[in-house]
């Protein structure tokens, strides 16, 4: 059982904007601004998206945006397009762990 | 540019040890604050933390899997090696390395392990 929890699967049609949630405690998502966000296309490697809560790597669109309240963590993309149908997974430093832990992952789909 | 490759078996044998070398470009594993993880994903499961160096060769495991994991580094090969011992089928997944400095920020393509008799 993942540590951090986030919906299985969200929708969207295309231009609308979604949220995924990750769900964690004081330990790790409340405590620390150590929270990143990964992309994974089936059969992919994962891509960094979002790192330290709403930080965005070069070379990431603007339409992807990251937030932290409390314990509760959320990536939102907005305009959403069809390349962005994959699977999303939240990630945070803990204190229960020096490595860190994962969410469950989200499946997104762009109807 | 920053790359990563992972290379070892494609099949293990249960209670055998599994040995994954991560070689990487474009970055050096001495320079301040970098480091390289190894994250595992199981067939249609979510990832999984395994293991972390960094530059001053401060090194981090899984606490659940720990006992099982070395993780070292050749600064002037540029690689980081993985091992895992007393193999299972549960480990059965795709193993990536990935570089580090803020967030797992460059991943390698991954390699699928497969562990059976």
């Known amino acids: 059982q993942s540590a951090l929890t986030q919906p299985a699967s969200v929708s969207g049609s295309p231009g609308q904007s979604i949220t995924i949630s990750c769900t964690g405690t004081s330990s790790d998502v409340g405590g620390y601004n150590y929270v990143s966000w990964y992309q994974q296309h089936p059969g992919k490697a994962p891509k960094l998206m979002i790192y330290?809560?709403?930080n965005r790597p070069s070379g990431v669109p603007d339409r992807f945006s990251g937030s932290k309240s409390g314990n509760t963590a959320s990536l939102t993309i907005s305009g959403l397009q069809a390349e962005d149908e994959a699977d999303y997974y939240c990630?945070?430093?803990?204190?229960?762990?020096?490595?860190?832990?994962f969410g469950g992952g989200t499946k997104l789909t762009v109807l | 540019q920053i790359t990563l490759k992972e290379s070892g078996p494609t099949l293990v044998k249960p209670t055998q040890t599994l040995t994954l070398t991560c070689t990487f470009s474009g970055f050096s594993l001495s320079t301040s604050g970098v480091g390289v993880g190894w994250i595992r994903q199981p067939p249609g499961k979510a990832l999984e933390w395994l293991a972390l160096?960094?530059?001053?060769?401060?090194?981090r495991y899984s606490p659940s899997l720990k006992s099982r994991l070395t993780i070292t580094k050749d600064t002037s090969k540029n690689q980081v090696v993985l091992t895992m011992t007393n193999m299972d089928p549960v480990d059965t997944a795709t193993y990536y390395c990935?570089?580090?400095?803020?967030?797992?920020?460059?991943w390698g393509q991954g390699t699928t392990v497969t562990v059976s008799s």
């Open positions: 990935a570089h580090r400095l803020a967030g797992m920020d460059v």
């Open positions: 990630s945070s430093y803990t204190s229960s762990s020096t490595l860190g832990v």
């Open positions: 160096i960094y530059w001053d060769d401060d090194k």
């Open positions: 330290e809560v709403s």
